[in-house]
């Protein structure tokens, strides 16, 4: 079991970079990012890594590309190593491309997302195309996590509403993994479920506050984030956090073509599974509706009919593991129904 080191949570967290690297004996970074916080923050990075005598190397990825694609670059870019640690510092695509050159490397990784859009900043899963598809394989947690609120509540407020919903999504989530323990006899842990669960509750008592970006809100939720990361390490899965909402937000991914971003999906995914599980799936809308994020197709700039088709294809895409879709998954008549008296549709 991997887990992190170093955890930092705070306004100006950022300014502890260089200490954290000199106390891990790291003195030659890669610093993967993107264009924006390349553009609005590495004159201060380079400043900070500067002042310990750290070398490093900035590597813009291109938006165009995919993680495979960034992966290639850098690894020919740097074929010949000179560098200990890699540093993540942007969304989602960011952290993931770093931790697949770390993992291959075998090099210490730090995270320091820009935007709190999914559990993927702590987390070791990184989430590659293949066709048609996106599967998560397993790669390297990050040794240290940075989340600066000073840069984290000024990200567009659409990504944090994101991230949020991704919490939401651990309340179906977890009710998945325990039915699949009684019905397949696969394995539950309830620590790690329970700790699952606090992270939503968490997210739940200060959702006023993430829905007006406050930054006591985008530290609550920095930490649930980095909890449920840290969770996936302590199973070495996603079960706890990934279920039958997840699988409602691929399906859609594939017949609508990404039409919202992740987390926004996997929480109205959320809302139906609620449903389906007869948990309190108006509670869910409720804290859904507070922040500000989608309860409905047209808040996933999508129609009724793909979410009708979505549901009804759930079930086929990860046909191992077992959730409330069942093995034979939702009849057109039923996806409707469930989608209508939820308000989806």
């Known amino acids: 079991m991997e887990l992190p080191q170093v955890v930092l949570i705070g306004p100006d967290t950022i300014s ?7 106390w891990l004996g790291k003195f030659r970074a890669v610093i993967v990012t993107s264009q924006t916080p390349f553009s609005l923050f590495s004159e201060k990075i380079s400043e900070i890594l500067r002042k310990e005598k750290i070398n490093f190397s900035f590597h813009v990825i291109d938006k165009k590309n995919d993680v495979n694609e960034e992966f290639e670059k850098i690894s020919a870019k740097f074929s010949s190593g000179g560098f200990d640690v890699v540093l993540g510092f942007g969304g989602g695509k960011v952290i993931d491309v770093a931790k697949l050159i770390a993992s291959h490397r075998g090099v210490l990784l730090v995270s320091i997302p820009t935007v709190l859009s999914h559990d ?12 048609d598809r996106r599967y998560s394989i397993y790669a390297k947690t990050p040794n240290v996590i940075i989340a600066d609120t000073s840069i984290l509540s000024k990200a ?38 329970k700790l699952a669960e606090t992270s939503v509750e968490m997210v739940v008592r200060e959702c006023e506050k993430v829905g007006k970006h406050k930054e006591e809100g985008v530290r609550v939720l920095a930490e649930a984030l980095i909890n449920c990361g840290i969770v996936i390490s302590i199973v070495g899965n996603s079960r706890p956090c990934s279920g039958s909402e997840h699988l409602f937000s691929h399906s859609l991914d594939l017949v609508a073509n990404y039409p919202a ?25 409720d804290v859904l509706k507070t922040v500000g994020a989608p309860i409905s197709y047209e808040g996933l700039r999508t129609n009724p009919e793909k979410i009708v088709e979505a549901l009804t294809l759930a079930h086929k895409i990860r046909p191992e593991r077992y959730t409330i879709l069942g093995e034979s998954g939702l009849t057109r008549l039923a996806a409707k129904s469930l989608a209508e008296e939820t308000g989806v549709i």
Request: aromatic content about 10%; glycine content about 8%; overall charge neutral.
């Open 16 to 22: 502890e970079l260089s200490k954290e690297l000199s």
């Open 120 to 131: 993927g900043i702590a987390s070791p899963l990184v989430s590659v195309p293949s066709n």
């Open 156 to 193: 567009p407020h659409r990504h944090t509403v994101s991230g949020f919903a991704d919490i939401i999504a651990k309340y179906t989530a977890v009710r998945d993994w325990r039915l699949a323990h009684l019905i397949k006899g696969e394995y539950y842990g309830d620590y790690a479920a």
């Open 261 to 285: 971003l992740h987390g926004e999906q996997v929480g109205v995914g959320t809302i139906m599974m609620a449903y389906l599980h007869n948990a309190d799936w108006k509670l869910i809308k």
